[in-house]
């Protein structure tokens, strides 16, 4: 069966630092890849998906990126945190070509202070 | 631009009642609708949607995709407690890779 893991559960970073957010997917290949971000009891706001490796698409502009190194690794980054970053970052993954439904991992939740 | 709105943003409810919550979507090219809820940490998958299949249920919950006016409700009856969560709706269009999210509805069962 496949699973997803995403680390770590919680992050405390001051404002200008860098972050680094990994997530792994197992028991699949070739995922559709994808971070979301979740303001304090809100919805899901898409920031990044990748359907292959080295591809990235971005959804908003920011001072966050996303690679994909391998297959079933996806990162978010930062080289400096802004206040506003603070939120609860999720990791998702679908089988292509179509994403749904999307399986979570249990998410991040990052405090920029 | 693909659109999903949540309503109620918020409903405090009594253990036993029913609710419904609601969900708008303008989107181009529809394929499917999802509902899933989050408790703590990961949203999980509930129902999903389409044009093939617009009436889902399981247990206590129930869904219904109404392509003629945009939208979709989900309905639990009897709730429980552990029916507290966030609830989110998500629409994918046709050649899009990925699910657009409404707001959420955060709802609260007392006992």
């Known amino acids: 069966s496949q699973t997803i893991h995403q680390w770590p559960a919680t992050l405390v970073q001051p404002v200008g630092s860098p972050l680094s957010l990994e997530c792994t997917v197992e028991g699949t290949s070739n995922p559709n890849l994808y971070w979301y971000r979740q303001a304090a009891g809100r919805g899901l706001q898409l920031l990044f998906y990748s359907v292959g490796i080295g591809q990235i698409s971005s959804e908003v502009p920011q001072n966050l990126s996303a690679s994909r190194p391998q297959d079933r690794q996806f990162i978010l980054s930062s080289k400096k945190l802004l206040l506003s970053d603070s939120g609860f970052y999720l990791c998702?993954?679908?089988?292509?070509?179509?994403?749904?439904?999307?399986?979570f991992g249990n998410g991040t939740r990052l405090t920029v202070t | 631009e693909d659109k999903v709105v949540q309503s109620p943003l918020s409903l405090v409810v009594h253990e036993g009642d029913t609710v419904t919550l609601n969900c708008s979507y303008e989107?181009?090219?529809?394929?499917?609708l999802l509902w899933y809820k989050q408790e703590k940490k990961a949203p999980t998958f509930l129902f999903m949607l389409t044009s093939s299949g617009i009436e889902k249920k399981s247990g206590r919950l129930s869904s219904i995709l109404d392509k003629k006016e945009l939208s979709s409700i989900l309905n639990i009856t009897a709730t429980q407690t552990g029916d507290s969560a966030i609830y989110l709706c998500a629409v994918e269009a046709r050649g899009a890779q990925k699910l657009v999210f409404g707001q959420g509805t955060r709802l609260t069962i007392n006992p």
């Open positions: 989107v181009t090219n529809f394929r499917s």
């Open positions: 998702a993954w679908s089988p292509g070509p179509y994403n749904s439904p999307l399986h």
